[in-house]
């Protein structure tokens, strides 16, 4: 991965990858976050708190490398839960990834990779989700279904919370 570039520095970047028939399927993204990999990777191995700063996420329960998410989506007037488990791999201080292992939404997959910059004086971070929009019940099947150019917005915005939550779980750590 090569340093950001300095008109790049501070704004995320962020690519959509598709299938073949043309449905988005994920989006990594990266951002430049102004602290050392040690510090970025305390606040992502911390699953817990980490997740106190990502939206929809109500609680977060570990045991050993399974990690189950409660989410809570709101539309309106009407709420939905979810509920997935994953399993947590890592090499400290370079990547974490959690991989679906029951639950809704399926297939789901985040990753973090971490690089360090300026001499380690700042990380690079990539942040990757991707996981079966289709799984998500009858309410999001229908609105998709009604709407298919917001399937396009949901895996960046996936992406770019993941990294703006993690940006925010390290500065609160300080």
């Not at 501070?10 to 988005?24: F, L, Q, S, Y």
């Not at 996420?57 to 994953?86: E, Q």
């Not at 229908?142 to 993941?162: D, S």
Request: charge should be neutral; glycine fraction near 8%.
């Amino acid at each position: 991965m090569r340093d950001a570039m300095p008109n790049e520095a501070h704004h995320p970047t962020v690519r959509v990858r598709v299938a073949k028939d043309g449905r988005p399927l994920g989006a990594p993204a990266s951002a430049r976050i102004e602290r050392s990999v040690k510090d970025v990777w305390a606040a992502v191995a911390d699953i817990e708190a980490y997740a106190a700063h990502l939206p929809m996420v109500h609680k977060v329960r570990r045991d050993g490398d399974d990690v189950t998410f409660h989410l809570k989506f709101k539309i309106g007037f009407f709420g939905v839960g979810f509920d997935f488990t994953a399993r947590a791999a890592y090499e400290a201080e370079r990547w974490l990834e959690l991989t679906w292992k029951s639950g809704e939404p399926r297939d789901i997959r985040l990753r973090f990779d971490l690089t360090p910059l300026d001499d380690g004086r700042a990380c690079l971070v990539e942040g990757d989700g991707e996981f079966d929009l289709m799984s998500l019940g009858w309410l999001a099947k229908y609105f998709l279904k009604h709407h298919p150019e917001i399937q396009f917005g949901i895996f960046p915005g996936v992406a770019l919370v993941l990294i703006d939550s993690l940006r925010r779980a390290v500065e609160a750590r300080t």
